[in-house]
């Protein structure tokens, strides 16, 4: 399985790739929504991991751009925010799910649940 994650910070990336290590067979880093687009066109990734607030573009625009990309795209918001106006906007915009940072640990579980789809 590949993955695609994008964080705006060095350190929450490599806490993710270290978090999911047993389970990933390759995994592509941006810092940014716009580098993200790019790279889900380039590597085709099985799932993303998207943070909603960085530079360049946010991950909720980033989401919505890979969705018309590939409408069957997997991508799992993981965001510092707990608001409930997000949670409803990366459902609107087709995201498969919303965790908290505070919550990563529980996305190998999630992952290896949605990859069987």
């Known amino acids: 399985m590949n993955i695609l994650i994008v964080d705006d910070s060095v350190n929450v990336r490599r806490m993710i790739k270290e978090i999911l290590a047993d389970s990933i067979d390759e995994i592509y880093e941006c810092g940014d929504g716009l580098s993200a687009v790019e790279?889900?066109?380039?590597?085709?990734?099985?799932?993303?991991?998207m943070d909603i607030k960085m530079k360049k573009l946010n991950g909720l625009?980033?989401?919505?751009?890979?969705?018309?990309?590939?409408?069957?795209?997997?991508?799992?918001?993981?965001s510092n925010y707990d608001d409930?106006?997000?949670r409803t906007e990366t459902k609107r915009i087709g995201a498969l799910q919303y965790f908290t940072k505070e919550d990563i640990y529980k996305l190998p579980e999630y992952i290896k649940a949605i990859?069987?789809?």
């Open 84 to 86: 409930d106006f997000m």
């Open 115 to 117: 990859s069987k789809n």
């Open 39 to 49: 790279a889900y066109q380039k590597y085709k990734p099985d799932i993303v991991l």
């Open 61 to 78: 625009l980033a989401t919505e751009r890979i969705m018309k990309i590939n409408a069957k795209a997997k991508v799992i918001i993981v």
